[in-house]
Structure formats: structure tokens, C-alpha cells
């Protein structure tokens, strides 16, 4: 996809989805770095049911540190992989605590060294809760991207690094949201919605699913000339 084209379809997402943040509840560095770990395999809606009393019993990393695998496990039982996933978690709580004073590192390096913190899940700490500049990839982004012609490739970080060249770092964190809200409205992996999508204009795969319906009303991405990308 050339960059003018690009440019258009990232003020497309902006224009539908700015302004729309992550959809797991946290209030701290801390709950957003265990809610993110949480989310892996699992919705983030089912994430938000557990999590309320999770961090009301235990806000923070100095409090979580008391608890067993097994008592975790009985919080978070309604995610997937709920026991690597407590155990993973209890490694990472037990090393914030020791190394860090219970406070979440700033670093991608420092993140990622934790128990079960992958890229994805740094890369979405620290744009979302220190507002660094990062485009955090995950199966939705991965998804639309490939789909609209904006990276290629099946590998996360290549990817990521395709997204970030065609963007101002500025927006990096806000594209992320972008993509992953326009994969779960939208662009679905099973059966996108292209009939109701606001990129089907510039979308080379437009047609992937001839089922979802002729496109309703106007206001297609074609009329938008101003881009800031
Ligand atoms: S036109 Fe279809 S394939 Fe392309 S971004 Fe929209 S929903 Fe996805």
C-alpha cells in the first residue's frame, strides 16, 4: 500500500475510533500489567469480570505477593490458562517487589524480562499506562493490517515494525486501539463486515466477504483528503 493511501486509511480509524482506549479496567501501572498478562487466550471482557475483586483484595504489587498459586488461581479461574497464568504472575509480583520497590519498570527491556511479559503485553504498559511511544501487536492488529495492505507478514514484531514506520510515534500507542477496536467491530476474523466498513474503499480484500451485505449510506473513506499521516 503506497503512503498517500495509508495516510487515508489510518484518518479513517482515527475518525472511527479516536479517542477509545483499552477496554480492560485498571486503575495503576500495576493492575494494567496484570490484567494485560490475564488476557492472554482469554476476552477482555471476561478479563473485567475477574479483576474487581482481584485488586480490591490485593491492589498492588506488595499485597498480591502473599498470595499462593493456589489461592490466585481461585480469582482467575475464569480465564484460560488460568494456572501457568498465576504462577507466571507470582514470579513477576515476587521480582517488583525484590527489584523494583512494587513499582512497574518503564522499560521495554525491564518488562519484558518479567515471567510471562511478552513484547505485546510491554509494548501495551507502556503506552497505555506511562504514554510511551509504542504499537503493541496483537491478533486483531496482526489481522487488519494484513488485510488492509498497511504490513505483511505473520511475525508480530516485523509487523510492528512496518505499522510504527508509517506512523508519527505520537500515535503509535492510539493506532494500536485503532486497529484492535476496528478487528472486533469490524474487520472480524471469521467474517469481516466489509459491507459496513468505513475502509472498504481502500481495502484490498474488500471483498473477503461477499456475505456481509452491500455497503450502507455514504461517506466512504474516499472523501477524506486532509491526512495527517
Ligand atoms: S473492507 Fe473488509 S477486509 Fe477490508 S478492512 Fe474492512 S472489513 Fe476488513
Known sequence: MDKKTAGEVFKVLEAQYGGIGTALNYETPFQLLIATMLSAQTTDVQVNRMTPKLFADYPDARSMEKLTAEELSEYIKGCGLYRGKAKHILAAVSILTAKYQGQV??????????????????????????????????????????????????????????????????????????????????????????????????????????ESGKAPGEGGAGALTDSAF
Open 105 to 210: 519498570p518503564e522499560s521495554l527491556e525491564e518488562l519484558t524480562a518479567l515471567p510471562g511479559v511478552g513484547r505485546k503485553t510491554a509494548n501495551v504498559v507502556l503506552s497505555n499506562a506511562f504514554g510511551q511511544p509504542a504499537l503493541a501487536v496483537d491478533t486483531h492488529v496482526l489481522r487488519v493490517s494484513n488485510r488492509l495492505g498497511l504490513a505483511r507478514g505473520k511475525d508480530p514484531l516485523k509487523v510492528e515494525e512496518q505499522l510504527c514506520g508509517r506512523l508519527p510515534r505520537e500515535v503509535w500507542g492510539q493506532a494500536h486501539h485503532w486497529l484492535i477496536w476496528h478487528g472486533r467491530r469490524i474487520c472480524k476474523a471469521q467474517k469481516p463486515l466489509c459491507g459496513e466498513c468505513a475502509l472498504r474503499e481502500l481495502c484490498p480484500e474488500r471483498n473477503s466477504n461477499p
